[in-house]
């Protein structure tokens, strides 16, 4: 009986051992973690001054400004509805619209990458009045 006590205490120490190390490596790996692209949103917060101008861009060099009416972007289209004061415009809206277009309104997708796209949909949700 008390070689097989020590043997289930040697595995018990064992066992803790292990689950100390784990315990560590997880704060450890996260220290090693690919730093996320800044220009991109993550869904929910609010964007950052350098994803608002990212984005601002992507809608200028797009020429939705053409289009439509965003006042943060200085774009006063009257073709295309107005972003600003747009209650019914919602995320998922914005990204198939500008991915696949509809009417008037051509399709970006393959144009714009999604991530791009995705950036956009969010910026227009934050800055439209």
């Known amino acids: 009986m008390t070689v097989f006590a020590n043997e ?9 051992a292990a689950l100390g190390v784990a315990a560590m490596a997880v704060p450890l790996a996260s220290a ?21 101008d990212a984005a601002r861009e992507t809608f200028n060099n797009f020429s939705c ?19 600003d004061g747009n209650d019914s415009l919602d995320h998922d809206f914005i990204i198939n619209r500008v991915t696949h277009g509809q009417g008037a309104m051509p399709g970006f ?3 714009i990458a999604d991530e791009d796209i995705a950036l956009l949909s969010t910026y227009i949700m934050q800055v439209k009045k």
Do not use: M, N, Y
């Open 109 to 111: 997708g393959g144009q």
């Open 8 to 16: 289930a205490g040697r595995w018990a120490k064992a066992g803790l």
């Open 65 to 83: 400004s053409a289009c439509h009416t965003l006042g943060d972007a200085g774009a006063t289209g009257q073709i295309g509805p107005s972003l």
């Open 32 to 52: 090693w973690a690919v730093a996320e692209d800044p220009t991109q949103a993550a869904e929910g917060e609010a964007l950052t001054a350098e994803q608002v």
